[in-house]
């Protein structure tokens, strides 16, 4: 069964401060890897995504790495912000890289909350 | 703009009624797809939609009715609703159906349905 495990469950930090959010993940075959931040009351907005090949990808202060032989991801947040605040959610999609539909896996989510 | 755009936004009603969302993109994508996210913020597909046609249906009552009069256009139908199905229905819509790394899926604001 495909699953999506993420740690921790939430999260407080100071603005400022680094933080890193943990993925593990049992999907097969394995197509790629996003990270999504959902803010409160909104829907999820793609951050980084990473194939099979790739081993890490920036976006601004977002750092994603791929380790696909152990099958886990993190996403590292440099010198937070306030605005980071929100829940972040790994998301890994399944199916043959020759065609075919794309199975998507949502894991339940990292609540991070950066406070002054 | 450029969005996948659902309406409306927030839905109270009483058991049994009927009760529709409707959906629209205009990211000129073929794929198109329900969430519901549930009170635990866990994402789970409920139907996709590839050129009007349905190609994943998970376990869902046949209560929920997918409608797609064109690619552009994703409403869903709830029938005889239930207290169960108060949640956060996302739209959401990508280029193709497919696994690729292009291939990011791109969520509408959400509708919040309240069953009382």
């Known amino acids: 069964k495909n699953q999506v495990e993420q740690s921790p469950q939430s999260l407080i930090i100071l603005e400022g401060k680094n933080c890193t959010l943990q993925?593990?993940?049992?999907?097969?075959?394995?197509?790629?890897l996003r990270w999504y931040k959902q803010d409160t009351g909104r829907g999820p907005v793609s951050l980084t995504i990473?194939?099979?090949?790739?081993n890490t990808k920036s976006n601004g202060r977002y750092t994603a790495t791929l380790d696909a032989d152990t099958k886990q991801s993190s996403l590292h947040i440099t010198a937070s912000q306030l605005s980071d605040s929100a829940s972040y959610i790994c998301v890994v999609s399944a199916g043959s890289r020759t065609g075919g539909y794309q199975k998507v896996t949502f894991g339940t989510g990292t609540k991070l909350q950066v406070i002054p | 703009d450029t969005a996948v755009s659902q309406t409306p936004k927030y839905l109270v009603t009483q058991m049994g009624n009927d009760k529709s969302i409707k959906c629209e993109q205009n990211l000129g994508h073929d794929t198109m797809y329900w969430y519901k996210q549930d009170s635990k913020k866990f994402l789970k597909i409920m139907f996709s939609y590839n050129n009007k046609e349905l190609i994943i249906n998970e376990t869902v009552p046949n209560r929920f009715s997918p409608k797609s009069p064109d690619k552009a256009h994703l409403n869903l139908h709830i029938n005889s609703l239930e207290l169960g199905d108060s949640a956060v229905y996302f739209c959401a819509s990508s280029p193709r159906p497919g696994p690729s790394s292009g291939n990011t899926i791109y969520f509408g604001e959400g509708s919040w349905l309240t069953v009382v």
């Open positions: 990473m194939t099979f090949s790739e």
């Open positions: 993925c593990n993940y049992t999907v097969s075959p394995f197509s790629n």
